[in-house]
């Protein structure tokens, strides 16, 4: 089910959206009030669109976007205002922004909206992933292709396991690779063995990157693991 982030100052608008496209979208939907718990809420966890109204007490839509850009590159953003003007909808672009839509709307189209992004998303998402095979970790290179890590002279060989994990983090780097995404594109299956099989695979690929400080994979209590690097 794929997630996105609703943020509307208005309450009866908000629930009506958030009722709508989980009802027909089949989507999950979480529903903020204002841009500074929108923030906060981005934050916790991965999505895959964002809904930012404009006119927002706190903190706007457009600066919601902007900050959340820096965070993220890449998550779909439609902005939603009753501001129609060509200024505006050049300054929601320049911004990062995916789509826009003003007010006021029919849901009907913004669903047709959003399931067009999230298609788009998907798909060059797909066609990114399958051509990348060749990583900078820090101070290390890695070579899914060849399985091999490598900093300076020094290498080191990868298990199969081992270089998709590993993959799959540099893909999502900075970001949260949930352990459910990770069990079913490697392991097929998110028993509670594989589970356990991914965690001692995680501690070996710790401990070939440990000699480089800003490199670091954290464990995300109740979610997944994040590869940071500084």
């Known amino acids: 089910m794929k997630k996105i982030l609703l943020v509307e100052d208005d309450p009866n608008l908000g629930l009506l959206l958030q009722d709508y496209l989980q009802l027909k979208g089949k989507f999950d939907v979480v529903l903020c009030k204002d841009g500074e718990e929108g923030l906060r809420t981005f934050t916790k966890q991965n999505y895959d669109l964002l809904i930012l109204d404009v006119m927002m007490p706190k903190k706007d ?27 505006d909808k050049t300054q929601a672009f320049n911004l990062g922004g995916d789509d826009y839509i003003t007010k006021p709307f029919r849901i009907e189209e913004l669903l047709l909206r959003i399931n067009a992004l999230l298609k788009r998303a998907n798909n060059a998402d ?84 440990k000699d480089d400080p800003n490199v670091e994979i954290i464990n995300v209590h109740g979610r997944g693991y994040k590869l940071l690097i500084d």
């Open 126 to 209: 797909k066609v990114e992933e399958e051509k990348q095979t060749l990583f900078k970790i820090g101070h290390y290179s890695f070579d899914y292709t060849a399985q091999l890590i490598t900093s300076g002279e020094a290498q080191q060989k990868l298990s199969t396991k081992e270089a998709e994990l590993l993959r799959l983090l540099c893909l999502r780097k900075n970001e949260v690779l949930t352990r459910e995404e990770a069990l079913l594109n490697i392991w097929h299956d998110d028993n509670y063995f594989n589970g356990r099989s991914m965690d001692v695979f995680l501690s070996k690929i710790r401990k070939y990157l």
């Open 61 to 87: 839509g457009f600066t919601l976007g902007k900050e959340i850009r820096k965070i993220n590159s890449h998550v779909p953003i439609i902005f939603a205002t009753a501001k129609g003007m060509i200024e």
